[in-house]
């Protein structure tokens, strides 16, 4: 079946470190991939997204790496701050007549002071 | 520019019952999508209307409905509450054509 996953539940940074978090995919003919940010009490909130053409893109502090080939989508944060903490989920888009959005379960980033 | 709005926050109702929800988009977005997200899961798509018509629906049973209203809020119904359905339901709004969702605070519905 089709599906998102996250392989790491749980991941716990220093603040000042970098921070990865992966997601996998199985869809091939998705087109398009969002990483969105979920704070306690909040609804997810949009942090960056990727094209299925692209293999990577950059924001402030962030940038999503697509990797085609094995259906692996990774979110890189620099510089951690406390206010990175929360939950991480990436997306999977398939358009083409009809939008379906797939969500993984979702990392939670725990930043240590 | 205001948010995505749900109400309520807050919804107990027992099992059996039925549940009303509630969204009001951005201003200016005509798409509305639904996702229940239960303790320890990921997001569940469950609907997306656009232009006051059902675009495509996820898998869940027919219980679940909504609909779209010309101002473009959306409503979720849930009818014949089961303990399952205890879960925050988000809505969602995006500009016609863009893929880019915002999303509202949710309502955490609880079924006793």
């Known amino acids: 079946g089709e599906n998102v996953g996250l392989h790491l539940p749980t991941l716990s940074v220093q603040e000042g470190d970098n921070s990865i978090i992966n997601c996998a995919y199985s869809?091939?003919?998705?087109?398009?991939f969002i990483w969105y940010k979920q704070e306690s009490g909040k609804g997810p909130q949009f942090i960056i997204d990727?094209?299925?053409?692209?293999d990577k893109r950059q924001g402030q502090r962030v940038t999503v790496l697509l990797n085609k080939t094995v259906k692996h989508l990774s979110l890189q944060i620099a510089a951690t701050q406390p206010g990175d903490s929360a939950v991480y989920f990436c997306?999977?888009?398939?358009?083409?007549?009809?939008?379906?959005?797939?969500f993984g379960t979702g990392t939670k980033l725990q930043v240590i002071p | 520019e205001a948010g995505v709005t749900q109400s309520p926050t807050h919804l107990i109702k027992t099992r059996g019952q039925q549940a009303t929800l509630r969204c009001s988009p951005i201003?200016?977005?005509?798409?509305v999508y639904w996702y229940q997200q239960a303790l320890g899961l990921g997001l569940q798509f469950l609907l997306w209307?656009?232009?006051?018509?059902?675009?495509n629906r996820g898998n869940f049973p027919p219980r679940f409905s909504g609909r779209q209203f010309p101002n473009y809020s959306s409503e979720l119904n849930v009818n014949a509450l089961e303990l399952e359905d205890s879960a925050l339901y988000l809505c969602?709004?995006?500009?016609?054509?863009?893929?880019?969702?915002?999303f509202g605070p949710g309502t955490r519905l609880t079924v006793l």
């Open positions: 969602a709004s995006s500009l016609a054509g863009r893929d880019e969702q915002f």
């Open positions: 869809n091939s003919a998705s087109d398009y």
């Open positions: 990727i094209r299925s053409n692209m």
């Open positions: 997306a999977e888009i398939r358009s083409g007549g009809y939008q379906k959005v797939t």
């Open positions: 201003s200016g977005h005509t798409s």
């Open positions: 209307y656009d232009e006051g018509e059902e675009r």
